[in-house]
T-cell receptor, first 108, second 114 residues
Framework: TQLLEQSPQFLSIQEGENLTVYCNSS?????LQWYRQEPGEGPVLLVT?????EVKKLKRLTFQFGDARKDSSLHITAAQTGDTGLYLC????????FGTGTRLTIIP | GAVVSQHPSRVICKSGTSVKIECRSL??????MFWYRQFPKQSLMLMAT?????????EQGVEKDKFLINHASLTLSTLTVTSAHPEDSSFYIC??????????FGPGTRLTVL
């Protein structure tokens, strides 16, 4: 079973600050996805990373896939209150295994 | 593109009744759909993988006779919770698979069993 651990589980920071959340595994993934979920809604796909060492940017969000394709990070610059939500990483081949999630709260 | 709908969004039912939840991919064909269950403040737990035209594959510990899955077409999968009980109350989410293992999620269905 492929396991994904996310850290931190909870993060609460002031608006305007920067943050990084991590997604780690002992398994190699062919691809890895990051999702954001708001309360009472389904997760929304943010990005897919496929190549080891790949870096993708989505406005203020920067995603990196580890060289060995076992881990990934999400960095948010100048966090805004709209970034609040549950961030999930998911990886796998035929089906996705999801991480434990990072619950991010941006304080105005 | 890549829109997935779920219906209903909320359902309240009495214990012992059956509830059907529909999952549709609106703008693409999905040979594989997935059903998840999510408890408050927790991550997603995969229940089963639904393949069009064949039987669903259930995860360990998920009762296939209780959670009936039908994937009749490339755009529709249904989950029926049979003889629902209060412990079945949860947030049920479906997703439809596309390339690179990307999954696009529906908005979820909040089931409350009284």
């Amino acid at each position: 079973t492929q396991l994904l651990e996310q850290s931190p589980q909870f993060l609460s920071i002031q608006e305007g600050e920067n943050l990084t959340v991590y997604c780690n595994s002992s398994s190699v993934f062919s691809s890895l996805q990051w999702y954001r979920q708001e309360p009472g809604e389904g997760p929304v796909l943010l990005v897919t990373v496929v190549t080891g060492g790949e870096v993708k940017k989505l406005k203020r969000l920067t995603f990196q896939f580890g060289d060995a394709r076992k881990d990934s990070s999400l960095h948010i610059t100048a966090a805004q209150t709209g970034d609040t939500g549950l961030y999930l990483c998911g990886g796998g081949n035929e089906k996705l295994t999801f991480g434990t999630g990072t619950r991010l709260t941006i304080i105005p | 593109g890549a829109v997935v709908s779920q219906h209903p969004s909320r359902v309240i039912c009495k214990s012992g009744t059956s509830v059907k939840i529909e999952c549709r991919s609106l703008d693409f064909q999905a040979t594989t759909m997935f059903w998840y269950r999510q408890f408050p403040k927790q991550s997603l737990m995969l229940m089963a993988t639904s393949n069009e035209g064949s039987k669903a594959t259930y995860e360990q510990g998920v009762e296939k006779d209780k959670f009936l899955i039908n994937h009749a077409s490339l755009t529709l999968s249904t989950l029926t919770v049979t003889s629902a009980h209060p412990e079945d109350s949860s947030f049920y989410i479906c997703s439809a698979g596309r390339t690179n293992n990307e999954q696009f999620f529906g908005p979820g269905t909040r089931l409350t069993v009284l």
